[in-house]
């Protein structure tokens, strides 16, 4: 058995692994875990992965959780063009600095707003407190204020003059609050350039492929009783 990408698109660091083996032409099977009906819990893919979070990597015998983990393995597996992951010291620390930042900050404020935007009120059909989405607003746009002071600059990338898998990583993040009505790129023209470039070195093409699902999200019907039980602890998450 070859690679295997356990995967589900509605997830941002999913979508950046995705965007990754595709970009570089790496060879894999899709194996679909839908989040939102909980199929990350199931048994079979607990083998794969005990954490119970996707993405997961399966390589013959060998699994891997994790997507800044994954994107690194398959970087050095299959020898990607090096600006993805520079080899130079300085200018790959610059890579690893904002993996390490994303993770509590941009990555956590695009999820709050995806579920107290969406997933709560409208699949949940639970009530979020105005003041609470206030507030995940604010720290967004805190986050936002320091990808561009912080990461971006004056540079055309996160990392330097190319695109690497911080980019990859920061801008599946973002489309998070866009596919739940924010306009995180209206009021930030710097921001909307970078975008634009992030784009068109993916290919748009597959960028939109790979944000398909995510762009709809606003039209899943309301989740049904079951699925309401088994999301229910993640309203304490979400909610507080």
Known sequence: ?????????????CRAVYIFAKKNCIPFELRTVELLKCEHHSDAFVQVNPLRKVPALKDGDFTLAESVAILLYLSRKYQTPDHWYPQDLQARARVDEYLAWQHTALRSSCTRVMWQKLIIPVFLGEPVPPELLASTLVELDRCLQLLEDKFLKDQA??????????DLVAITELMHPVSAGCQVFKSRPKLATWRQRVETEVGENLFKEAHTHIMKIKDLPPADTAIKEKLKPLLQVFLH
Request: aromatic share 8%.
């Open 1 to 13: 058995m070859g690679l295997e990408l356990y995967l589900d698109l509605l997830s941002q660091p």
């Open 157 to 166: 990338f996160l990392a330097g003059p190319q695109v690497s898998v911080a």
